[in-house]
C-alpha cells in the first residue's frame, strides 16, 4: 500500500488538521471532528448539516460554506459519524429557523441522524427535519442499505436546497424541496479497480484487468454484475440505459453530473461526459447544466457515476445561485 499518510489510524485527524490550514473560511472542532463555516450561525436561516464515512472527499466538508452547508460531521473512513458528533453540530449550527439534516441512505448514517435530531428536539427544543438521498438505480439493496444507495444527487441537492436556506425559506419549504430534488434523479456507477482503505491495507474486492464492475458502491459494495472491460462509449451506455429505464427525464431540462470515483483523470472523465452527453441527446433528454470532475469520491477507485436531475425552472435558478465552498465555487 502507497499512501501519502503518517499512520492509518490518525488519516482523518491528520486531515481535519490539513483541511483547516488550507481553508481559513472553514472552522474545524477536532474533538467532535467537524467542519463548519468560519462565520457564526445566520439568525432567522434554516441550517443545513450533513456527513458521513470519510474517503468521498470532498462530499461532504468540501461543501461547508455559503450556498450549501453549514456544518458537516465526518466519520472515520467509510464508517458513519456518531449520534453526539450529530447533535453537536445540530445544535452549533441552529439559528432559530430549525435544521435540515440531508443523510445518504446507509443504514448506520440513517439510524445515527434520526438519533441525533430525537436528543436535538428534546433536549434544546431545535426544530429538525431529514431528508434520505436514495437516488442509486444499480440496487435495491446493499452491504449498507435498505433500499437504495445515496449517492450523486446528494452532491446536487446541497447545492439547490442550500440556496433556498440562503434566501430566506423556511424548513418546511427546504425540507419539501429536497425530497423533490432526490426524487427527480438517478445514478448509476462503475469501477475499474478497487480502491484501498488505509486501516486494511489492500484492496477492497479483486478485479481482473480485463473486467470491470458495473454498478459499484461508492464503498466499494459489488454492483448489479461484473462484466468484460468496454470502451468508454459502451460503459456510458450501460450507466445511462438503467437510470433512462428508471424515470422519464424527457420534457424537462436536466443537470447532469459525470462524477469520479478519486483515481480516474479529468481527461478521461471527459471523454465519458461526451459519449453521456450522446446518449442522453439522443434519447430527447435536455441537458441544461453539467458538472464534470471528482465530487463524490471512493479514495483511490479508478471509474465514474453518472448522474441525471429532472429539473424545472426553480431549480435552475437554485443551482445557478452563488455560491462558495472548497468543492464548488460560482458567481462569487
Not at 472542532?29 to 441550517?47: F, L, S
Not at 474517503?55 to 450549501?68: A, I, K
Not at 452532491?155 to 440556496?163: D, H, N, S
Not at 488505509?198 to 458495473?214: C, N, Q, S, V, Y
Request: glycine share 12%; charged share 20%; with cysteine.
Amino acid at each position: 500500500m502507497k499512501k501519502l499518510i503518517n499512520n492509518p489510524e490518525s488519516v482523518l485527524a491528520d486531515a481535519l488538521t490539513g483541511i483547516e490550514a488550507a481553508h481559513p473560511s472553514l472552522r474545524v472542532d477536532h474533538v467532535n471532528r467537524i467542519i463548519y463555516r468560519r462565520d457564526p450561525a445566520q439568525r432567522g436561516k434554516v441550517a443545513l448539516i450533513s456527513g458521513g464515512g470519510s474517503g468521498h472527499e470532498p462530499l461532504h466538508g468540501g461543501f461547508v460554506g455559503f450556498g450549501m452547508l453549514d456544518a458537516a460531521c465526518a466519520g472515520e473512513v467509510f464508517t458513519s459519524p456518531t449520534p453526539d458528533q450529530m447533535q453537536e453540530a445540530t445544535q452549533v449550527v441552529d439559528g432559530g429557523a430549525g435544521v435540515l439534516h440531508i443523510v445518504k441512505n446507509y443504514t448506520g448514517d440513517v439510524m445515527n441522524f434520526e438519533m441525533a435530531a430525537e436528543l436535538a428536539s428534546v433536549e434544546s427544543g431545535i426544530k429538525v427535519e431529514s431528508v434520505v438521498t436514495n437516488d442509486d438505480v444499480a440496487v435495491q439493496d446493499s452491504t449498507w442499505t435498505a433500499g437504495r444507495r445515496g449517492v450523486g444527487v446528494t452532491v446536487l441537492l446541497e447545492k439547490i436546497v442550500g440556496a433556498a436556506a440562503e434566501e430566506g425559506q423556511d424548513l418546511a419549504s427546504v425540507a419539501a424541496l429536497a425530497r423533490k430534488v432526490n426524487d427527480s434523479a438517478r445514478s448509476m456507477g462503475m469501477a475499474l479497480t478497487s480502491c484501498t482503505v488505509p486501516a486494511a491495507g489492500k484492496p477492497t474486492f479483486d478485479l481482473p484487468e480485463d473486467e470491470m464492475e458495473m454498478g459499484v458502491g461508492i464503498h466499494g459494495e459489488p454492483g448489479r454484475h461484473r462484466v468484460p472491460l468496454a470502451s468508454a462509449a459502451e460503459i456510458a451506455e450501460q450507466l445511462v440505459d438503467p437510470i433512462l429505464a428508471d424515470l422519464d427525464f424527457t420534457g424537462a431540462p436536466a443537470i447532469v453530473m459525470l462524477n469520479g470515483m478519486g483515481g480516474t483523470p479529468l481527461i478521461e472523465l471527459y471523454v465519458a461526459y461526451g459519449e453521456v452527453h450522446k446518449i442522453l441527446a439522443k434519447a430527447g433528454v435536455t441537458v441544461a447544466r453539467s458538472l464534470v470532475g471528482n465530487y463524490i469520491t471512493s479514495l483511490d477507485m479508478a471509474g465514474c457515476s453518472v448522474t441525471v436531475l429532472r429539473a424545472d425552472d426553480e431549480a435552475l435558478r437554485l443551482w445557478d445561485a452563488p455560491v462558495n465552498t472548497t468543492g464548488l465555487r460560482w458567481g462569487i
